[in-house]
């Protein structure tokens, strides 16, 4: 731990800090309980960054912004930490994790540092260990920490529910106005970047007179924190930029410094890090009853006769999963037994059920 707090020595807390995150990373059993101890530990010492997260459809030059972005910062005197998130191959479960190759610059500057990780199958644009790793990056005294989701679409917006700030990029002619007041993840950004300007000036112009008269809807017929007629409150906003030549990106950073002095004066800021907190631990309770669920004997037992049984079609899917559970927790029922009378057991599963010792009377 003193390692990674030790900013004296860059090259040292650079290879202290990537072997925290793989720990954080790791699936053993013993790694996740040094992992929850280190975490603890470094845990008086982080919150005092300002986390961003940028997501964007595949292309939309995520990567490159964030270089521009990350060089103008250090020049600023930050201290700057990328995490980049790559999609996992869903047939060999690798993943190349380029996006530091497209970070030439930024990421050989000492003051920077950039963390690629898989998604692997995690849902919503990140990795499982991503608020972890943030974590680690703030204790190491990385002020700005900027999250990089994988190429996105309209429903993943996890990133939002882990960074102080939530950047949205288009391109221009990327759809019309019906496809820019669709709900999903427009509607949670604070702020939109249209990048690629110079590539046609007219379009982009009307890719952001677009998305702004969809930020208005959702002001209005939305989230009340976002209505208009609220001066305390933040309004997002859509600016154009050019990442490739470094245009707007001052103009980027002065709106984010405006967002984060407008959210500290009216407490949006720490109410949104104690949501996010709890929306943490639950996350972690919900990921940790699915792996106590897979490894539970009686259904580790049940399962390969079940899984045979749902692949040739002789009991439903739903069936399967309620005798699995039932499994696992075999005094918790959610509805009356009687309302699922109809359901008939798999007859595999009948024969491990009558091995099964009997648990006796209950009182």
């Known amino acids: 731990m003193d390692r990674i707090l030790d900013q004296s020595q860059a090259q040292q807390q650079r290879r202290a800090v990537a072997k925290a995150i793989t720990l954080l990373e790791s699936t053993r059993a013993d790694h996740r309980a040094q992992a929850d101890q280190l975490l603890t ?3 008086p010492h982080t919150g ?3 986390r961003l997260g940028i997501s964007g459809v595949p292309g939309v030059g995520k990567s490159t912004f964030i270089e521009a972005l990350g060089l103008f910062l250090i020049a600023q005197g930050h201290r700057v930490a990328v995490l980049t998130i790559d999609p996992s191959s869903t047939v060999s479960g690798g993943s190349i994790l380029g996006d530091k190759t497209r970070m030439e610059r930024l990421s050989v500057n000492e003051r920077a540092y950039i963390r690629p990780s898989p ?3 995690t849902l919503g644009g990140v990795a499982e260990k991503t608020r972890e790793a943030m974590l680690v990056c703030e204790a190491a005294g990385y002020d700005i920490v900027i999250v990089e989701t ?5 429903s993943e917006t996890a990133v939002s529910g882990m960074t102080d ?6 391109l221009p002619n ?3 106005d019906l496809q820019a007041i669709k709900k999903g993840v427009m509607e949670l950004a604070d702020l939109v970047v249209v990048n690629k300007s110079d590539l046609d000036a007219g379009a982009a112009t009307r890719a952001q007179a677009q998305i702004t008269s969809a930020m208005r809807l959702f002001g209005q017929h939305g989230d009340p924190h976002h209505a208009l007629h609220n001066k305390d409150a933040w309004h997002p906003t859509v600016i154009q930029l050019s990442a490739l030549g470094g245009d707007g990106v001052e103009r ?8 984060r002095r407008l959210q500290t004066a009216n407490g949006a800021f720490a109410a949104r890090r104690k949501r996010q907190a709890l929306d943490w631990m639950w996350e972690r309770i919900e990921a940790g009853l699915k792996q106590d669920f897979r490894q539970h004997p009686a259904v580790k037992k049940m399962m390969p006769a079940l899984m045979r049984d749902v692949e040739e079609g002789r009991v439903p899917a739903s069936a399967a999963a309620r ?3 039932a499994a696992n927790t075999p005094t918790v029922r959610a509805e009356p037994v009687e309302a699922h009378a109809n359901i008939v057991s798999s007859p595999s599963t009948l024969r491990q059920a009558q091995d099964r010792p009997s648990s006796g009377p209950t009182e």
């Open 41 to 43: 530990d470094l845990l």
């Open 48 to 50: 005092n960054s300002f």
């Open 119 to 121: 998604s692997s199958g």
């Open 150 to 154: 994988v190429g996105v679409g309209q």
């Open 165 to 170: 700030m939530f950047v949205l990029m288009q």
């Open 174 to 176: 990327a759809g019309d």
């Open 252 to 259: 980027f950073w002065k709106e984010v410094t405006h967002f």
């Open 323 to 325: 005798q699995l559970l």
